[in-house]
T-cell receptor
């Protein structure tokens, strides 16, 4: 049973650049959530995708956008990168229209902005 | 707004002993779910245990059990017979059950070191 996978593992960008992170959900899951985790902190919710639409968003600026594909995989895009965007980006998948289903996390993408 | 507080930034325990990690939360909701996640140094976040607020019985999963005190808004995690592989950062998390939200709210985490 394939778990949640994310790519790339690590990424280094410079300020002002744009980045795309990718996530494949756990087999059978159709909902993808994205979180940002600063070093030594708990994850912060960015947004959640279900049926290819963003159905909930956290307190993140419009520079953060996403997409979900028909196969349920997802991308997180961040434009105009800032130093403060350096963090571990976690993808989590869950099943179905019930918002409270358990979320299972991927290994994350470590983004460093210089 | 809901908040989750973990007041112990770091803890240590000897192998084979028992340790309890604390978590308190603040909410006006009556229906919600609570979770403990473990994040080892390799960083993949793993679900440890899940508790539904409407259930009075405390959840257990092998060596892991919770003490859920709804009135006190407390949700502690007990790890029995600690093993070296339990070394990790542990996060308490909350999600509302009565509204359309898939947003997990996390505490700041507790770093647990299991010593041989």
């Amino acid at each position: 049973d394939a778990g949640v996978t994310q790519s790339p593992t690590h990424l280094i960008k410079t300020r002002g650049q744009q980045v795309t992170l990718r996530c494949s959900p756990k087999s059978g899951h159709d909902t993808v959530s994205w979180y940002q985790q600063a070093l030594g902190q708990g994850p912060q919710f960015i947004f959640q995708y279900y049926e290819e639409e963003e159905r909930q968003r956290g307190n993140f600026p419009d520079r953060f956008s996403g997409h979900q594909f028909p196969n349920y995989s997802s991308e997180l895009n961040v434009n105009a990168l800032l130093l403060g965007d350096s963090a571990l980006y976690l993808c989590a998948s869950s099943l179905g229209r019930n918002y409270q289903e358990t979320q299972y996390f991927g290994p994350g993408t470590r983004l460093l902005v210089l | 707004a809901q908040t989750v507080t973990q007041s112990q930034p770091e803890m240590s325990v000897q192998e084979a002993e028992t340790v309890t990690l604390s978590c308190t939360y603040d909410t006006s909701e009556s229906n919600y779910y609570l979770f403990w996640y473990k994040q080892p140094p390799s960083r993949q976040m793993i679900l440890v245990i899940r508790q539904e607020a409407y259930k009075q019985q405390n959840a257990t999963e092998n060596r892991f059990s919770v003490n859920f005190q709804k009135a006190a808004k407390s949700f502690s995690l007990k790890i029995s017979d600690s093993q070296l592989g339990d070394t990790a950062m542990y996060f308490c998390a909350f999600i509302k059950g009565s509204s359309n939200t898939g947003k997990l709210i996390f505490g700041q985490g507790t770093t647990l070191q299991v010593k041989p």
